[in-house]
């Protein structure tokens, strides 16, 4: 079973950093994809970036390229986002998500290729 716990979420100003954190609880961390989406008041649910913790090869949208990082660390299990000059557009709900194996690109980037979530942490961006 594998558990799923963010934080780090909050208030902040366009242009500010927020750094999220997601403590994972599996039995072996190795061959996992680790994934962060976010979902907008009334949108859909939208990968941001995702991790595979097999090579630590990581993957990132368009629109969070050259923004945010992400990032784990082995002891405990956890995987970072690093957000820089966060946009009142990156507003919204973030979830910390998982799946067994690799990160396909049809997998990381939809929210039905991931298999586990967390119940997400709010970041609001104001102009």
């Known amino acids: 079973q594998v558990q799923l716990l963010e934080s780090g979420g909050g208030s902040v100003s366009a242009g500010e950093s927020v750094r999220l954190s997601c403590r994972a609880t599996?039995?072996?961390?190795?061959?996992?994809?680790m994934g962060w989406f976010r979902q907008g008041q009334g949108k859909e649910r939208d990968a941001v970036a995702a991790?595979?913790?097999?090579?630590?090869?990581?993957f990132y949208t368009d629109s969070a390229k050259g923004r945010f990082t992400i990032s784990r660390d082995n002891a405990p299990s956890s995987q970072f986002l690093q957000m820089n000059t966060l946009k009142p557009e990156d507003s919204g709900m973030y979830y910390c998500a998982a799946r067994r194996g690799g990160c396909p690109q049809i997998a990381w980037t939809r929210s039905d290729g991931m298999d586990y979530w967390g119940q997400g942490t709010q970041v609001t961006v104001s102009s």
């Open positions: 599996m039995g072996s961390a190795n061959g996992y994809c």
């Open positions: 991790l595979y913790t097999g090579t630590g090869y990581t």
